[in-house]
């Protein structure tokens, strides 16, 4: 299980996350939801340690990871797949998804990445830069996943890409969740996606978390609100 506690994040002297608590169980799927600027990116990076917390705790079956350099979150079962992606332009795809293998010990590409992800074989020996945006999106996606992660957290992925592939990724993830067995943090400001990936969703506003919702009794106007400005 995975258990954020009251995390508070600053830039300096602005502070942005207010004592945010999330908990997250095994092979679940929460959305956190939130326009520009609310704090989801801040959040997200503080998860997996590129930003430090001020206060609280990030506790992965009971040990917190507050503290931790990135990698050794890693390692703990956590994965990033960032805003903007990040793959590497000039890596082949083989290359970039073996990236994130350093604390997996894995060699190779596992099978299961290039079941999911065919697009990803038939492309691996090109430049991760002549990609698509959406082949991109399912890139950090793999380099993520060779980790082996418990949680897996991206950072808006349907943000530049087309409403065709955002319902496929949608569809992967679940599928890839239920034989994996990890479980899914995602910020998103796209409802249609969310509604098809999470279990859970959470509202983020100016740093706090305002809302929370289970699927089964989610009111699409009250979370849709909250979207617009
Ligand atoms: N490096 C930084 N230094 C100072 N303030 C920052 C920095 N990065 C973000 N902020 C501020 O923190 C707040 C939250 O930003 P954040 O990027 O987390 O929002 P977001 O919800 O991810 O937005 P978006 O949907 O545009 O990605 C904003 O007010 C932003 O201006
Ligand atoms: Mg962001």
Known sequence: MFEIKQINVAYGESHVIHEVSLTVGANESVAIMGRNGMGKTTLLKSLIGLLPTLSGQILMDGQDLAGMPSYKRVKQGLA????????????????????GAEHSGHRTVPDYIYRFFPVLQEMKHRKGGNL????????????????????????????????????ELAQTLNLLRKERGFAIVVSEQVLSFALDLADRFLVIDRGRIVHAEARAELDQDRVRSFLTI
């Open 80 to 99: 990033f797949v960032p805003q903007g992606r990040m793959v590497f332009p000039f890596l082949t795809v083989e290359q970039n998804i073996l990236t």
């Open 132 to 167: 698509s945006g959406g082949q991109q999106q399912m890139l950090a996606i793999a380099r993520a996943l060779i980790s082996d992660p418990k949680v897996l957290i991206l950072d808006e992925p349907t943000e530049g890409i087309q409403p065709s592939i955002i319902k």
